[in-house]
């Protein structure tokens, strides 16, 4: 039974799942649908509130960009590739490759989401190129449905910007938020980390318990995964090659960046906030791949991985601002749908409804920036006056951005373009790990909110 229902989901993906900008396109068309009647807008107000929307969030596109590009060129640096290739070598069967990719995946991602991701898909990768019988599809959607733990993590947009004074955090939370939230109180808090681990232990069964037959088995032919490896070797002969090619340049950068780190987290004791994350993959990197021109090549070579947030983020902001886009009725959508959840909860059912209505939302807006300026004006305020904890609040919309991610293709476009994979080749199996990780973080947030 089990066997019939992957093998269904995988034949409906691949027959309806579009590219994913064909999705963002069909995604702007239903927001403009809806908005009208709801909202009561008019065609040209719709269109403006699109327009306006377009450019909105381009600082937080920036960080999302330098996030993955950073934690891309840090995963492939020489030590880390090292080190990736060691591990790829201990599975010896593909359950255990399933296994082991999904695992360390997982972990990676709530480490940090853009270090994982890339991580996870050139472990992946390795895997192929080494064992025999494995299923490809299965093996990169098992490094992608690590993704779904990422903002319960160290890279969390929203908790981290809970945590970061001076964000505005009163202002955006009408007074709810007078002052930072410590992660303490979300990231670490023991319900998110018991529902972290729950989830990375059913990602793991789960996945290994998906593994086609032999005779059903799509693999890759290894040759086909090799990469042009580049070259390194440089003779430094005028004063702009040595400079290019010194150690001590990059040592010297790297300290300057690292040692700010220090000073900001444990001298001054400030929270680690989203810049501070992309800051500490940069120079890690810098320091891994040693000279400053091998550090800008490898960047180059990750940045391509950024093109798909870069073309499509303007088309998801543009979709944010149809969906704040307030009509003649007063409100907005975003404000109607979290309206919707507030109205039928009770202070043990908020956050399951806050989870499930950022789950909603992500589908149309991918951004954990996006989801905090659609819902932190209205369910914080909701979840104070119902008597919820604000850290459970900022974590179930977390969780719902997080969790709809996997059968959102607009996040698996640098891990896609990695495998050279189309989203339809593995969306049938995040569907089945859509619905086990659902039942974990559902039960867990009723329990954190018990």
Known sequence: MFRKIINACVKVVQKYLPEPFIFAVILTVVAVIIAMPICRQTPLEVVEHWGNGVWSLLAFAMQMALVLVCGSTLAAAPSVKKIIGKLASLPKTPATAIALVTGISAVACWINWGFGLIVGVIFAKEIARKLRGVDYRLLIASAYSGFVVWHAGLSGSIPLTMATPGSGLKEITRGVLSSPVPISETIFDVHNIIIVLLCIIALVI????????????????????????????????????????SRLLSGLIALLGLSFLVIHLFVKGKSLDLNSVIMLFLFLGIVLHKTPLAYVRAFTRSATGAAGILLQFPFYAGIMGIIMGIGESGICLGTVISDACISISTPR????????????????????????????????????????????????????????????????????????????????FCLIDLVVTGIIICSGL????W
């Open 206 to 245: 789960v996945n290994t318990l998906m593994h086609p037959k032999s005779n059903n088995v799509i693999s890759v032919d290894p040759e086909l995964l090799a990469e042009e490896t580049p070259n390194t070797t440089v003779v430094a002969a005028s004063p702009a090659e040595k400079m290019e090619n």
């Open 349 to 428: 059912t908020y956050p399951l409804f806050t989870f499930l209505c950022a789950a909603v939302l992500n589908m149309f807006v991918p951004s954990g920036g996006g989801h905090w300026a659609i819902q932190a004006p209205i369910m914080f305020a909701a979840g104070a006056d119902l008597g919820v904890d604000a850290g459970l609040t900022g974590m179930a919309i977390s969780w719902g951005d997080a969790w709809t991610n996997l059968i959102q293709p607009f996040w698996a476009i640098p891990a896609l373009a990695i495998a050279k994979l189309n989203a339809k080749d593995i969306m049938g």
């Open 446 to 449: 009723l329990i954190w909110a």
